[in-house]
């Protein structure tokens, strides 16, 4: 169960959104994340969809990937959408009863903040599932780098995110051996109240932190051993490299948010 | 009637990414009354997937696992029962003590169970001297203790259970020649004073052989042979093609026969191994 979790995977493969430059990835992808807020009708926001989906079908990875990062989400969105249709009071009144009332105005309005934040999960989830941690790091230090001049230790920064997206697995892995160890004794997470759950949890994590910190220290001790120093004398054994489809992306990325800025502008607005 | 067994299992890790393999590939068991059990296989061929199987942790894509003739996963009680009665060690369990002294973590499954103080008393006493600690450690913290001790607190804790079948997953792993000896010698006492099935994973050959009275070889998910210490080790060459050795002494005469001294095929052991010599020589001064 706690294996569900795909947040920060990242699944191998060839495609041309596995060899964008992570770089152009993460500008994109952020680019994209501030015109979905931008978008204001149905024609803008359709398009941004569009474009979504037609970068997941680049991706080629398998459906059953993206539709269980969006399980755990799935309430939240359910419960964004009723508190929409609920509090949302526009157009037409469709429904009432006692203190509900639904307009035709709150249901555009939850079907558009729904396709918003799945649209929102699909593509930042991209990001991490074509991009591998050391690639998404090696990108955010060279993207941080000018705040070097503000004597901000960037490397260090970007080192510790190495480390702690490379543990996020392990760290899982971990959990579940350790619950599946603590249930062959017989502990009992699923059941009783509040105070009983908390409790339950004792057994999980005293282990989990001891070894977390053992794998700390073993893991300083084994950079030292390999005299690591950090900082600016250290090179890079793969440059990153900008090519013909950063380009073809980027110009790409350019034309779908004009358009929306010009959807946006031409037709009216749903919020 | 078999006290635990598995009618075709068949369960894949990871459905629907690129990590999925087939763990268990239809597997059927019985495992009786009493006896110890070896799982030998190479890794990656589905025993510990297997073991967690046996104690409802894990649940099969199709297939029953049967304790004293009842679907485990039948009701809740039946589950609940089936975790008490089927004791499963993990590798390493030395890295599930949590409690701050020795005797509360050990307490930690009988209090699950819901069992009264005394009884959870006596169940402390009785495990920590089963596995040849001294009744001083109880007031210690599991955390000051060496390596091995660890590992003995955490198997007193699955054994102060008093599990009709035990399972150990790599007991031995990474302990040193006199940990591992005395470690193996308490699961042969443990079988022998409270008849208990006892059910563990190995890699090593020359362990099984000292223990084990029945030993079951997996492969890719499947069971590919069963059956005595002498019935499995002396196919080496199928347990080669399998990644797996046979052990030294079995090499060590497998070379004299080479040579010209037949002493048999039985022995698997160092213990046996001198009989055999014995017997050989004896038998040649009579000659």
New interface residues.
Partial sequence: MVKDITIGQFFPGKSFLHKLDARTKIILTFAFIIFIFVCKNFWSMGLLCGFAIVTYLLSRLSPKIILKSFKPLLPIIFLTTVLQLYYTQKGNVLFEWKFITITDGGVYMAIFIAVRILTLLLMSSLLTYTTSPTDLTDAIEKLLSPLKVFKVDVHTFAMMMTIALRFIPTLIDEIDRIMSAQKARGADFESGGIVKRVKALFPIFIPLFISAFKRAIELADAMSCRCYTGGNTRTRLRQMKITYRDVVATVIMVIVCSCIVILNIKLPNVI | MSVLSVHNLIYGY?K???FETGALNGVSLDFEQGEIVAVIGHTGSGKSTLL?HL?G?LKADSGEVLFEGKDIHSSKEAL?NC??NV????QY?E????ESTVYADIA??PK??GLSDDEIKNRVYESISFVGLTEDYLEKSP?DLSGGEKRRVAIA??LS?KPKVLILDEPTAGLDPVGKNNLLQLIKDYNKKTGSTIIFVSHNMDDVAVVADRVIVMNKGKVELSGSIEEVYSQGEKLASLGLDVPEITTVFLSLKKAGFDLGDTAFTVSGAVKAITEYLKGENDG
């Fill in positions: 990871s629907g990414t690129p967690q104690n942790l609940r975790r008490f004791g499963l060690c993990f369990p890295q599930q003590l949590f930690f499954g699950n169970m955390f804790g699955i259970m």
